[in-house]
């Protein structure tokens, strides 16, 4: 069984769309969750974090943390075609441990 | 803002060869990491350092590699003597650490990367 399993889409929505992207892990261990966004060839960029269960918003994002379900959610609103991009999810077991990636969601949103 | 930056930003070598990959995290972090991702693939962690001593690494990182920290500034990941499949992107991260405060959250920061090409 793989650690993070992501859907790896594509996924293609019309601007303004609400987007929900997921993630579900097997390893109940994992305490901290980070949603990073990757464009091609570049480096991830940290988009959220949280840590346990929980929800956290930043503008039009929106992170949610459901540990008794192992899966975690991003929800973007009102998308804009900028947010075209692979997202990834990843966490990790304490501060400083490595992290772990899902495959990506390449999301397009088409103007 | 602080960022990481990483150089070269594409590298291409023979089979056999050794590479040096180098990166300049942000200025007071305390933890640094390679990762990799193949073409396609998942990011996958190969090594992390702190404390001037690797702290954890991955079953990817074998003999062939290694990372220095041979300044302030530098961390270096070398490998000894390239393979076809270590074709891919290689990411340095880093981490603040604590900094005398409670750290609720656990975020890296990831350079451009490094494109290395083995032919």
């Known amino acids: 069984q793989k650690e993070v399993e992501q859907d790896p889409g594509p996924l293609s929505v019309p601007e303004g769309a609400i987007v929900s992207l997921n993630c579900t892990y097997s390893?109940?261990?994992?305490?901290?969750f980070m949603w990073y966004r990757q464009y091609s060839r570049k480096g991830p960029e940290l988009l959220m974090y949280?840590?346990?269960?929980g929800n956290k918003e930043d503008g039009r994002f929106t992170a949610q943390v459901d540990k008794s379900s192992k899966y975690i959610s991003l929800f973007i609103r009102d998308s804009q075609p900028s947010d075209s991009a692979t997202y990834l999810c990843?966490?990790?077991?304490?501060?400083?441990?490595?992290?772990?990636f899902g495959k990506g969601t390449r999301l397009s949103v088409i103007a | 803002e602080p960022e990481v930056t990483q150089t070269p930003s594409h590298q291409v070598t023979q089979m056999g060869q050794e590479v040096i990959l180098r990166c300049v995290p942000i200025?007071?972090?305390?933890?640094f990491y390679w990762y990799r991702q193949i073409l396609g693939q998942k990011v996958e962690f190969l090594v992390s350092?702190?404390?001037?001593?690797?702290?954890?690494k991955s079953e990817i990182f074998d003999d062939q590699f290694s990372v220095e920290r041979p300044d302030g500034s530098n961390f270096t990941l070398k490998i000894r003597s390239t393979k076809l499949e270590d074709s891919a992107m290689y990411f340095c991260?880093?981490?603040?650490?604590?900094?005398?405060?409670?750290?609720?959250?656990?975020?890296?920061?990831f350079g451009p990367g490094t494109r290395l090409t083995v032919l």
């Open positions: 949280t840590y346990s269960s």
């Open positions: 200025s007071n972090h305390l933890y």
């Open positions: 991260a880093c981490h603040p650490g604590t900094s005398g405060r409670r750290s609720s959250y656990n975020e890296q920061f």
């Open positions: 990843a966490m990790s077991f304490s501060l400083g441990t490595p992290l772990v």
């Open positions: 350092f702190y404390n001037n001593e690797i702290s954890e």
């Open positions: 390893n109940s261990a994992f305490q901290y």
